[in-house]
């Protein structure tokens, strides 16, 4: 009786190494089977290219087939909650975005899910700024004269965007904030109508993702005088950003990133961090950020999780001062 409390703690000591043995091939053969990647966005918009793009360099790295599942509603927030509800087990990933983990939560307050701690980011993929437009007979030529503009109207500009809640109208609640922008908003369903009206003078201005207002901003239907990127995208070297206009800390751009549910073990978040390192040294994958008017991001992991998290307080900040809400 004495020896058996010792073979007990031996035997337990043994089972103890046979678990931990078994447990790590199956966390270094990570991953066995194909990986899903959530879009909480129809197909055709920025995030689901970005998506598109980094997607076949991924499973080239990870030795799996990547899926794309495409999963809209709610500005982004029924397909981030079934993200932020998935097994951590690095089967399910989101291309998140500022809508999912920044400004949809800051102005839905019933989300299912908290745009940080809900989640592991793992890391950013793209960045792309916005840029703001006017209608052809605007007489404003850059942003000091448009505010002048607005000042002189009782009710200011009409400025559309895609919908109430969008990165589009709580950019322009910003520059109400911060540069006395004087502006009515008005949502449309969807950049598309509102490019529209803007084109046919029915609006005055708009903020709006450069990689869909481009192709009208060459052809002259629309004027861009101001971008609210940090410096110049290649694709309008001649535009002014709002920061050489004297305009500060109006910096925005509508970034993308890889992130799967929080609790993600740690020897998987290396492997994912790591594949898409190499992924987005790929080629062909820049060459398609780039003809979307993106560019890559060039954080760390750490730097990309203070980032999200900063995003997060950011937007929250400009809905409260703005007292808007969508519940």
Same mark, same amino acid.
């Given at each position: 009786?004495?020896? /058996?409390?010792?073979?007990?703690?031996?035997?337990?000591?043994?089972?103890?190494?046979?678990?931990?043995?078994?447990?790590? #091939?199956?966390?270094?053969?990570?991953?066995?089977?194909?990986?899903?990647?959530?879009?909480? /966005?129809?197909?055709?918009?920025?995030?689901?290219?970005?998506?598109?793009?980094?997607?076949?360099?991924?499973?080239?790295?990870?030795?799996?087939?990547?899926?794309?599942?495409?999963?809209?509603?709610?500005? $982004?927030?029924? $397909?981030?909650?079934?993200?932020?509800?998935? *097994?951590?087990?690095?089967? !399910?990933?989101?291309?998140?975005?500022?809508?999912?983990? *920044?400004?949809?939560?800051?102005?839905?307050?019933?989300?299912?899910?908290?745009?940080?701690?809900? /989640?592991?980011?793992?890391?950013?993929?793209?960045?792309?700024?916005?840029?703001?437009?006017?209608?052809?007979?605007?007489?404003?030529?850059?942003?000091?004269?448009?505010?002048?503009?607005?000042?002189?109207?009782?009710?200011?500009?009409?400025?559309?965007?895609?919908?109430?809640?969008?990165?589009?109208?709580?950019?322009? @609640?910003?520059?109400?904030?911060?540069?006395?922008?004087?502006?009515?908003?008005? #949502?449309?369903?969807?950049?598309?109508?509102?490019?529209?009206?803007?084109?046919?003078?029915?609006?005055?201005?708009?903020?709006?993702?450069?990689?869909?207002?481009?192709? /009208?901003?060459?052809?002259?239907?629309?004027?861009?005088?101001?971008?609210?990127?940090?410096?110049?995208?290649?694709?309008?070297?001649?535009?002014? !950003?709002?920061? @050489?206009?004297?305009?500060?800390?109006?910096?925005?751009?509508?970034?993308?990133?890889?992130?799967?549910?929080?609790?993600?073990?740690?020897?998987?978040?290396?492997?994912?961090?790591?594949?898409?390192?190499? *992924?987005?040294?790929?080629?062909?994958?820049?060459?398609?950020?780039?003809?979307?008017?993106?560019?890559?991001?060039?954080?760390?992991q750490p730097e990309f999780e203070q980032f999200v998290a900063s995003e997060a307080a950011r937007w929250r900040d400009v809905v409260q001062t703005a007292g808007i809400s969508g519940d």
């Amino acid at each position: 009786m004495r020896h /058996f409390p010792i073979r007990a703690a031996r035997r337990l000591a043994a089972g103890l190494l046979l678990s931990a043995l078994a447990a790590a #091939p199956a966390l270094a053969a990570y991953p066995d089977k194909p990986v899903t990647v959530i879009v909480a /966005f129809a197909p055709g918009g920025n995030v689901d290219a970005t998506a598109r793009a980094i997607g076949p360099a991924l499973s080239r790295v990870l030795g799996q087939p990547v899926v794309i599942d495409n999963r809209g509603g709610a500005g $982004g927030t029924i $397909g981030s909650g079934l993200v932020a509800r998935a *097994a951590p087990d690095g089967y !399910t990933l989101m291309v998140g975005s500022t809508a999912t983990n *920044a400004t949809a939560p800051a102005f839905v307050k019933s989300v299912s899910y908290d745009p940080v701690k809900s /989640f592991t980011a793992i890391g950013g993929i793209s960045t792309t700024p916005s840029v703001l437009v006017v209608a052809p007979n605007t007489a404003a030529r850059n942003y000091a004269e448009l505010v002048k503009e607005s000042q002189g109207r009782a009710s200011g500009l009409n400025m559309g965007s895609p919908g109430t809640g969008s990165l589009n109208h709580l950019t322009t @609640e910003l520059l109400k904030q911060k540069t006395g922008l004087n502006a009515t908003h008005v #949502p449309y369903k969807g950049a598309g109508p509102a490019l529209t009206d803007l084109m046919g003078n029915q609006l005055d201005a708009m903020v709006d993702q450069l990689s869909s207002s481009a192709p /009208f901003i060459e052809s002259g239907r629309l004027r861009a005088i101001a971008q609210t990127g940090a410096t110049r995208s290649p694709l309008l070297p001649d535009v002014p !950003t709002l920061r @050489e206009q004297g305009v500060e800390g109006v910096d925005v751009a509508v970034y993308t990133g890889l992130f799967a549910p929080a609790g993600l073990p740690a020897e998987v978040k290396d492997k994912l961090v790591q594949a898409l390192h190499e *992924a987005l040294r790929d080629p062909d994958v820049q060459q398609r950020l780039q003809a979307q008017g993106s560019e890559p991001m060039q954080l760390s992991q750490p730097e990309f999780e203070q980032f999200v998290a900063s995003e997060a307080a950011r937007w929250r900040d400009v809905v409260q001062t703005a007292g808007i809400s969508g519940d």
